[in-house]
T-cell receptor
Framework: NAGVTQTPKFQVLKTGQSMTLQCAQDMNHNSMYWYRQDPGMGLRLIYYSASEGTTDKGEVPNGYNVSRLNKREFSLRLESAAPSQTSVYFC?????????????FGPGTRLTVL | KNEVEQSPQNLTAQEGEFITINCSYSVGISALHWLQQHPGGGIVSLFMLSSGKKKHGRLIATINIQEKHSSLHITASHPRDSAVYICAVGRHSGYALNFGKGTSLLVTP
């Protein structure tokens, strides 16, 4: 089992460009999450999908869109990248929610917006 | 004020020392998670607990719900324990974790 996979691992964009970060899990988990991690700050939730067919905003959703393509895949799209979106992005999954379930994280995508 | 506070922010220890990292939170929670982030960036879940104590190898996690406090202990520390340790709490709503800023641990030989 690969667990949670993310592509790409690194990306450099120019301001205004768009891109999609891909995430897939092979653990048959219902819930999936996108976080960003910035220096000096804790991980912050961008969007989550409680189950296939649903998505909800997290703490910092502005400038992002998501798609829960199927149970396995959850993508994050930046429509018009800004330097403030320079960050490390982590995808995660859990069986159902995080109240009583462990989260499994992908390896991260390091994004730089110039 | 962050709902989850960790201390210390940075910690240096010599190999073999007993290490304690603390986490305090200010909200009602369903569960508390301890995570480890390796120098390469990967994040691994160490523990999830809602009461009492859990042990895995040299790592022990405890939680006191009344005092809203948790500790992560590492016994007989080793340089390979060098990492950032992150505390996170799950709210009763179930789909969001509030994260602490992490404790950076360096264990020297």
């Amino acid at each position: 089992n690969a667990g949670v996979t993310q592509t790409p691992k690194f990306q450099v964009l120019k301001t205004g460009q768009s891109m999609t970060l891909q995430c897939a899990q092979d653990m048959n988990h219902n819930s999936m999450y996108w976080y960003r991690q910035d220096p000096g700050m804790g991980l912050r939730l961008i969007y989550y999908s409680a189950s296939e067919g649903t998505t909800d905003k997290g703490e910092v959703p502005n400038g992002y869109n998501v798609s829960r393509l199927n149970k396995r895949e959850f993508s994050l799209r930046l429509e018009s990248a800004a330097p403030s979106q320079t960050s490390v992005y982590f995808c995660a999954s859990s069986e159902v929610g995080v109240s009583y379930n462990e989260q499994f994280f992908g390896p991260g995508t390091r994004l730089t917006v110039l | 004020k962050n709902e989850v506070e960790q201390s210390p922010q940075n910690l240096t220890a010599q190999e073999g020392e007993f290490i304690t990292i603390n986490c305090s939170y200010s909200v009602g929670i369903s569960a508390l998670h301890w995570l480890q982030q390796h120098p390469g960036g990967g994040i691994v879940s160490l523990f999830m607990l809602s009461s009492g104590k859990k042990k895995h190898g040299r790592l022990i996690a405890t939680i006191n719900i009344q005092e809203k406090h948790s500790s992560l202990h590492i016994t007989a520390s080793h340089p390979r324990d060098s990492a950032v340790y992150i505390c996170a709490v799950g709210r009763h709503s179930g789909y969001a974790l509030n994260f602490g800023k992490g404790t950076s641990l360096l264990v020297t030989p």
